[in-house]
T-cell receptor
Framework: DSGVTQTPKHLITATGQRVTLRCSPRSGDLSVYWYQQSLDQGLQFLIQYYNGEERAKGNILERFSAQQFPDLHSELNLSSLELGDSALYFC?????????????FGPGTRLTVL | GESVGLHLPTLSVQEGDNSIINCAYSNSASDYFIWYKQESGKGPQFIID?????DKRQGQRVTVLLNKTVKHLSLQIAATQPGDSAVYFC???????????????FGTGTSLTVIP
């Protein structure tokens, strides 16, 4: 158990819909990262937040957005869903904001878009 | 995005043998590298990391080697055990002046199977 929690574990929805994925980092970790893992593209970095502020952006679509709240939990919002958005979405946390450091991954949310 | 590639998508080794998993990276600005292990149905798990000012780092049964000249990273697992069967990813953190955070790029992964 990494100490990072993600909800829900599974999510099934239809194209065009909007969903919210939730992540609670390890106690004391200020950084939250979101990743998408699909069969054809591997693990893709989406976005990083540190202490409530966006710090780095990766391959995140404009239909996707995220935020980190004052209690440090984070939400990833996916809208206008397409079949290709079906994937595992992982959240990870770390102490550091810059300078890397070990990331601890949650168990993931499996999103299926029908 | 940046390219982090693995030479071998699958690797099978006998229990007790040593395993070597290779990774090529493309960006000279990468200053930090991590190896992750991902078991079926679970999130990636940190194994070992190395900074670009080092050539080698050892952990418990694992060693990471970094060759910056040819942009190559390897993970060596000593005395491989059945519990080591998993997908292994290398990841690089690219540090650019414009970055205020960490941008990690992952390889596609190598599937390691340990034969009892």
């Amino acid at each position: 158990d990494s100490g990072v929690t993600q909800t829900p574990k599974h999510l099934i929805t239809a194209t065009g819909q909007r969903v919210t994925l939730r992540c609670s980092p390890r106690s004391g970790d200020l950084s939250v990262y979101w990743y998408q893992q699909s069969l054809d593209q591997g693990l893709q970095f989406l976005i990083q937040y540190y202490n409530g502020e966006e710090r780095a952006k990766g391959n995140i679509l404009e239909r996707f957005s995220a935020q980190q709240f004052p209690d440090l939990h984070s939400e990833l919002n996916l809208s206008s869903l397409e079949l290709g958005d079906s994937a595992l979405y992982f959240c990870a946390s770390s102490v550091a904001g810059l300078g890397a450091g070990e990331q601890f991954f949650g168990p993931g949310t499996r999103l299926t878009v029908l | 995005g940046e390219s982090v590639g693995l030479h071998l998508p699958t690797l099978s080794v006998q229990e007790g043998d040593n395993s070597i998993i290779n990774c090529a990276y493309s960006n000279s600005a990468s200053d930090y590298f991590i190896w992750y292990k991902q078991e079926s149905g679970k999130g990636p798990q940190f194994i070992i990391d190395i900074r670009s000012n080092m050539d080698k780092r050892q952990g418990q049964r694992v060693t990471v080697l970094l060759n910056k000249t040819v942009k190559h990273l390897s993970l060596q697992i000593a005395a491989t055990q059945p519990g080591d069967s998993a997908v292994y990813f290398c990841a690089e953190n690219i540090r650019l002046p414009s970055h205020t955070g960490n941008q990690f790029y992952f390889g596609t992964g190598t599937s390691l199977t340990v034969i009892p």
